[in-house]
């Protein structure tokens, strides 16, 4: 059984609406929850119907997942009470980055620096939550443009299958960049 197949199994007959509702929802979960490897899913979406127009859906998809899920947890933030101490934690970590206004959420879709983005959104006083939901969308749109137009190269010189699982590699290839990219700057910066 092919990859192609076990994914359109796993999708039964919703068809591309449930292969968006499943986007949408696992990059809400990873904006407001915890990781969920979102692009991963992105590509696995894109897999089910590799077309130019399906793939614009899956970024759009994306994008309003990515400011729902962010933006739940800025609401929530911003109604609870955080201790001064948790605020003052999270000011100096952000102060600590090369970047440390909203243009850092720009940045976050490269090498995540800023983990729950939406509390820091919160916290932070100096920055403008639309500024940063600009920054986000940028950022989506630029990230997810990129691994799609990979993806549909692939899709152009490869079988389906073998599209897929390059274009899986590469996915797994930036997430391991990117990890490591933050690792490392966290390290230079004094941040365990």
């Known amino acids: 059984m092919s990859i192609s197949d076990l994914i359109y199994n796993a999708l039964g007959d919703y068809g591309d609406a449930g292969v968006l509702l499943c986007v949408f929802l696992i990059f809400m979960i990873d904006a407001l929850i915890f990781p969920a490897l979102p692009e991963l899913f992105f590509i696995l979406g894109y897999a089910y119907n590799p077309t130019p127009v399906f793939g614009m859906l899956l970024i759009g998809a994306a994008v309003a997942a990515e400011l729902a899920g962010i933006y739940s947890l800025y609401y929530i933030v911003k109604h609870i009470r955080i201790p001064k101490k948790i605020g003052n934690v999270m000011d100096k970590y952000v102060n600590f980055l090369m970047v440390s206004d909203e243009k850092v ?88």
């Open 105 to 192: 959420m720009l940045l976050n879709r490269v090498a995540p620096m800023i983990p729950f983005a939406g509390a820091f959104i919160a916290v932070i006083d100096t920055w403008d939550p639309k500024k940063c939901a600009f920054y986000i969308v940028i950022g989506c749109v630029i990230k997810y443009g990129a691994v799609l137009a990979a993806s549909s190269f692939f899709y152009s010189y490869f079988s389906s299958d073998t599209a897929l699982k390059v274009t899986i590699a590469f996915v797994l290839a930036v997430i391991v960049i990117s990890m490591a990219a933050s690792y490392f700057r966290k390290k230079k910066t004094g941040l365990d």
